[in-house]
């Protein structure tokens, strides 16, 4: 895709856990394809800092746990107070547990699908309400992976949710349709983000296998030439659904993964 081929002008992106990993980079892309965004992140010192690399009026950082329904709505008043509008919403905000099933807590399980999907859900329905309120549609992104569709041992909580975005949705693109509000899921591999990088010896450990025989044996061998993604891959991918012009694209999941789990 060539850097002038999607124009986001005049538009304005929530991103979700955006202050570093693939949030970030989604934040740099849309910038550069002309949005103004707003960083949402637990971390806003980190938030801050990445919106000041932006450029003044660009961006701005909002401090937001999303799975507290009283900062998911009070952030998303302040991108609309600060911008005027919403018009994309990226949920990227999302973290890993990797335990056998019959170890794992309910508290861990409830943990991890809160923050995949509970906020997904508390974001979208903000979102909704402030794109129906304007009347000039929009997009909602929400952070997939390839685990929206196939399995990984250890990862329940983690797959069930990724899954269940897809499900979310293909809901939202048939309740936003009447609106102009598309939904869409970027489903990425494996992507050396402090996540990915965190479960590598947890991997190793468990397997009793070298650091270098996950990465290769274990996280790439599916892929057709044993890459990881990129965040700039995921970046572009999101920025494709954000930029797209009409509802002909919507409902819809699309795998960034060097050819790991071909549909």
């Known amino acids: 895709m060539q850097p002038d081929a999607v124009t986001l002008q ?6 979700t856990g955006a202050a570093s990993g693939i949030g970030a980079a989604v934040a740099r892309r849309l910038v550069a394809a002309g949005a103004q965004v707003a960083i949402a992140d637990l971390d806003l010192a980190q938030a801050e800092r990445l919106a000041a690399s932006l450029g003044s009026g660009v961006a701005i950082a909002v401090a937001m746990d999303v799975t507290e329904e009283a900062q998911v709505e009070a952030g998303v008043a302040a991108v609309v ?4 509008r919403l018009d994309i919403l990226v949920s990227n905000a999302g973290v890993q547990h990797v335990q056998p099933i019959v ?3 309910l508290a861990d399980w409830r943990r991890v699908t809160a923050i995949h999907l509970d906020a997904a859900f508390l974001t979208t329905r903000a979102a909704m309400r ?3 309120t304007q009347g000039a549609g929009g997009s ?3 952070m997939g992976s390839v685990h929206s569709k196939e399995a ?3 990862k329940a909580p983690y797959v069930a949710a990724k899954h269940a975005l897809i499900g979310l949705a293909k809901v939202v693109a048939r309740e936003g349709a009447v609106d102009g509000i ?3 899921v970027v489903c990425p591999g494996f992507v050396l983000t402090p996540l990915v990088q965190r479960q590598i010896p947890e991997h190793a450990a468990r397997l009793g296998i070298s650091e270098d025989a996950v990465r290769s044996q274990v996280l790439l061998k599916d892929t057709v030439d044993g890459e990881f993604t990129t965040v700039e891959d995921v970046a572009e991918a999101v920025l494709f659904f954000a930029g797209f012009g009409s509802n002909a694209l ?3 999941s699309l795998v960034v993964s060097h050819g790991w789990s071909m549909q």
């Not at 005049?10 to 991103?15: D, E, I, K, P, S």
């Open 140 to 142: 909602i992104i929400y």
């Open 250 to 252: 919507t409902g819809q």
């Open 152 to 154: 990984s041992p250890y």
């Open 130 to 132: 402030a794109m129906q």
């Open 182 to 184: 598309r939904a869409n």
């Open 81 to 84: 107070q600060q911008f005027g």
């Open 103 to 105: 170890e794992l807590s």
């Open 10 to 15: 005049g538009r304005v992106a929530l991103v």
